[in-house]
């Protein structure tokens, strides 16, 4: 089991939150994956290890996640929510043909909050970035 893993169960822990078999796998399918899955992608990913696990489990656990922090719910227009494990802060660069989503970790933007709180006066609860254009694999694809 990965740290991420340890250390976002024993949050859910002391905040007294049962640790389900089906709650540790969604959990370790997040922080394994990198391509930001759909909650049907989830369900669909882990039903063959738990076939009556229903769709409602992985969104409520989602939800759960989210609202711990522990995952974001990110929504990119196209009418289906994708999640991430937050371990930590970054942006996303998304290709408009195929849809793939790529982190980027970039620190001179840590303190893009900050800045923006002292020249606007605004008092900062969150912000993303996104970077649309298209990925490596779909730039060869439209040469071909």
Same mark, same amino acid.
Request: with cysteine; charged share 25%.
């Given at each position: 089991?990965?740290?991420?893993?340890?250390?976002?169960?024993?949050?859910?822990?002391?905040?007294?939150?049962?640790?389900?078999?089906?709650?540790?796998?969604?959990?370790?399918?997040?922080?394994?994956?990198?391509?930001?899955?759909?909650? #049907?992608?989830? @369900?669909?990913? %882990?039903?063959?290890?738990?076939?009556?696990? !229903?769709?409602? /489990?992985? $969104?409520?656990?989602?939800?759960?996640?989210?609202?711990?922090?522990?995952?974001?719910?990110?929504?990119?227009?196209?009418h289906?929510?994708?999640?991430?494990?937050?371990?930590?802060?970054?942006?996303?660069?998304?290709?408009t043909?195929?849809?793939?989503?790529? #982190?980027?970790? @970039?620190?001179? %933007?840590?303190?893009?909050?900050?800045?923006? !709180?002292?020249? /606007?006066? $605004?008092?900062?609860?969150?912000?993303?970035?996104?970077?649309f254009?298209?990925?490596?694999?779909?730039?060869?694809?439209?040469?071909?």
């Amino acid at each position: 089991m990965s740290y991420l893993v340890e250390q976002s169960i024993e949050r859910l822990k002391y905040n007294n939150i049962r640790i389900t078999p089906q709650r540790h796998a969604i959990l370790e399918y997040l922080i394994d994956m990198d391509t930001h899955p759909t909650a #049907d992608e989830i @369900y669909k990913a %882990l039903e063959k290890d738990f076939p009556k696990m !229903s769709v409602a /489990t992985v $969104y409520n656990n989602l939800r759960l996640f989210t609202q711990m922090n522990l995952v974001k719910e990110m929504n990119f227009g196209d009418h289906s929510s994708r999640f991430d494990f937050a371990s930590n802060e970054h942006y996303h660069a998304i290709c408009t043909q195929c849809g793939k989503i790529e #982190d980027i970790y @970039y620190p001179g %933007l840590d303190d893009l909050e900050e800045v923006t !709180s002292s020249l /606007t006066g $605004y008092d900062v609860q969150s912000h993303r970035l996104e970077i649309f254009g298209l990925c490596p694999d779909c730039q060869v694809n439209n040469r071909q």
